[in-house]
């Protein structure tokens, strides 16, 4: 069974830029949510989405967005890229009941220069 | 404000030993705990997980423990292998809100 997979692994961009990242979940998940790992922050929670909508979303400036499609897949842009957001992106998928095991990827690694 | 603590940056046992990794977390709401094993260049994966109803959850050597009315769990692992030295996150999440609040991690080193 395949697992989550994200796009793409590694990526370099510069201040200003916009990135946008993707995330395909494991086949029948619906749920797709994104966590933001920095040095000693642990996991931040970014968003969360099911059946296209999202249902809840963490404390980051609104230059963070994503969306699902019908497929479940997902993507993630940041707008105007700051040097802070050099961080490991990680998404994980569930079937989208609450209180479930989230299953994740093995992230993106972004760095600004 | 970090709901969810873990106050041991790192930890280290001796293979064969038991290795105790603690959690603890201060929103009453929170009703479900997880723990995550991450090694280096790969994405947490999952180990275990409790619901506020139970006190314990056993899967083979990993054991979870929650104490709710101090707002602490832990993950004990026993027989501790070499293979188990990764960092471990305790996360938690309340009914309906479909968000899970990571801890800072623990980074565990099992010496052989």
């Known amino acids: 069974k395949a697992g989550v997979t994200q796009t793409p692994r590694y990526l370099i961009k510069t201040r200003g830029q916009q990135v946008t990242l993707s995330c395909s979940p494991i086949s029948g998940h619906r749920s797709v949510s994104w966590y933001q790992q920095t040095p000693g922050q642990g996991l931040q929670f970014l968003f969360e989405?099911?059946?296209?909508?999202?249902?809840n979303k963490g404390n980051f400036p609104g230059r963070f967005s994503g969306r699902q499609f019908s497929n479940s897949r997902s993507e993630m842009n940041v707008s105007t890229l700051e040097l802070g957001d050099s961080a490991l992106y990680l998404c994980?998928?569930?079937?989208?009941?609450?209180?479930?095991?989230?299953?994740f990827g093995d992230g993106t690694r972004l760095s600004i220069l | 404000d970090q709901q969810v603590k873990q106050n041991s940056p790192s930890l280290s046992v001796q293979e064969g030993r038991i290795s105790i990794l603690n959690c603890d977390y201060t929103?009453?709401?929170?009703?479900?705990f997880l723990w995550y094993k991450k090694y280096p260049a790969e994405g947490p994966t999952f180990l275990i997980s409790?619901?506020?109803?139970?006190d314990k959850n056993e899967d083979g050597r990993f054991t979870v423990f929650l104490n709710k009315s101090a707002k602490h769990l832990s993950l004990h692992i026993v027989p501790s292998q070499p293979g188990d030295s990764a960092v471990y996150f305790c996360?938690?999440?309340?009914?309906?809100?479909?968000?899970?609040?990571f801890g800072t991690g623990t980074r565990l080193k099992v010496l052989a």
């Open positions: 929103n009453s709401m929170f009703d479900y």
């Open positions: 994980a998928s569930s079937f989208g009941a609450s209180n479930q095991p989230q299953h």
């Open positions: 996360a938690a999440s309340a009914q309906g809100t479909y968000k899970y609040i």
């Open positions: 409790i619901s506020s109803i139970k």
């Open positions: 989405y099911f059946s296209e909508t999202q249902r």
